[in-house]
């Protein structure tokens, strides 16, 4: 089987016409649905948050010298967002912020996380969230920031915790309260 | 009973007449009525509003159903009633000035009132032209000339078909006689040839008069040919030979319509003529091309075959596009990327998406796919069609492309078995499955080439095999397919 990295392709990313965008209405809609779904594997399990479309690794396939074009790129990236698992960060496009979950779901983690720990009441920094020792293992470790704090304010509106500017001018502080 | 008074002509598929060997169209005229002046009251049918063709051997009347035609051969025509004759009559009164201009002639009829060359009786014949803007003149021209012409007599020893019953040959010649007669006819031959040759290349005008000439020269070097191959079938068993040769009667076959449609001889009737010659001649191409051929390769083999009276690529997409309103056989086919072909009306897509898929699925393609030139040689077809047909199958969701530096290749479909719950799944009887399979082939096949050149003599292959794939469950399966590999 081949692999990119320690992530394990599916049989058809040898097949070389995944790498050209097909024509055909019902092909290219398969087509685009396999993207859609190995990109959100592929950052799941390399926990990526945001992809460049034009240095991406996935889209490349050096073992049969086929890469995608950039309308192809485009195409299944903007595929994602239409779904609401991904989201443009620049009008140019350069770069992508990919959901592989969604804010709810973050948000939903966040909680549970809280629980598990024991935190209802307690203050955290958001950045002890997503690298302190309580979160190491979980899929919190390592979340990228902006979805973090998507997810937080989220939590904020529904009232789960109270989001304060901290001493130090580049974090800020959590006081949950479920 | 039309057929108990005149000869019967015979049509071709497309309803246009057959020709004779050495005959050539002349004249072509519209809505004309066949009348006969002696006995008006007689049985003699109503033949009205009609097509006329005046030949060089026979004027033929073709009835607007087109079902069946009728002949006269000129060389039982005694007398045409002239201009001079004929304007006299319109002089007689006003009424006549107002009727539809008429042609008159003699024909020669037996006892029982059929026409016949060798007839005793005669009969008045009249042609009515209800045509609008029919010239009589013109065709009392073309008819004088034809008949004056007398071609029928004139067959060159290759008889005219059915009038002089094939006996026409050796009658006025010398009598050939032993080694001398040979060699004198074999030098009369050549400077007949050499003569013919000389003539037909001196001026355009010539080469067209010539024309016919040089047709029944092809006709008879291809029966020689045709001979020559049964005689010596022994000792030619070279196949390069015996191809060429086939090759040399299919040249010579192509050069052959030797009565062209032409503007001058059908005017207004030009295109719809056309269009019923040219149904009548792509026929053989089509089969040999397999049911559809390339409108720029008909346009070349029909000017080729026409000799002197090309046409224009107009008068052929004009000619093409009329088959729609006739009951023949073929018709103009246009793709989507706007290339136009000539096919059978009978020709099947579905025949040939079944041959492209059986292509698709070949261990060859299943590996690095199809090209368009690939699908022209394994299809027989040229490779332009061959690419039309290849994206007809895309469209049908039988093939997908691949655009890469190496070009633009076809793939069989395998999006729709890819199961999208499980990515991984793959089921092995299914295209999918065989493609995979292909696929594994050829990454042992660089792994076995890598190992060979890197591990040094006797280091065991599957050492390596087993490095690359881990502990996978699908090794074993491999294990007998390698011994035969590596």
Redesign the interface.
Known sequence: MQKLGDFKLPNFFNYPPYFTLQPVKDTREKQIQLWKELILDYCRTQKIFIVEPENFPLFTNSGIERSLSHEAREVFLSALVSEGRAEWMDKGHRKCLVLWHRIQDWADLVLRFVKDNGLEDSVMTVEEIRSGIESRGTELYGIDRTVLMRALKLLEHKGKLAIFKGTSADDEGVKFSI | MAGKWLPAAELTGSGRPVLHQGEVECSLLSSVDLECEDNPSSSFPLLKSGLLIVTTHRVLWIPPEGTTAHAIPLAAVSHVFTSSSSSKIKKKSIKTMFSSPRVRFQVSVTSEGRVDERGTGSMVMTLVLRGKNSDSDSLLGKLLEAWRGRAWESGGGSGSGKFDGGSSSGGLRMPVVGVAGILRKEQEMWESTDKSLQDAFQDLNALMSKAKEMVMLAEKMRLKLLSGSNNQGSVANDEDEMGSKEEMQDWLLSVGIASPVTKESAGALYHQQLSRQLADFVKIPLERSGGMINLIDVYCVFNRARGTELISPEDLLQACSLWKNVDVPVMLRLFDSGVMVIQNKSYNDEQVLSRIKSLALKPEALRS?ISASDAAIMLGIAPAMAKEHLLTA??K?LL???????GF?F?V????D?N?DD??L?KDHSA?GA??WR?RERERASICEQSTKRLQPGVNVHTSLLMY?GN?AELPIFFPALETKC
């Open positions: 796919g895309e469209s969701g997908c492309r691949d655009v890469s530096p190496d290749r793939y479909n395998l999006f729709q890819i999208l990515m991984y793959v999918y493609w995979r696929e794939y996978h």
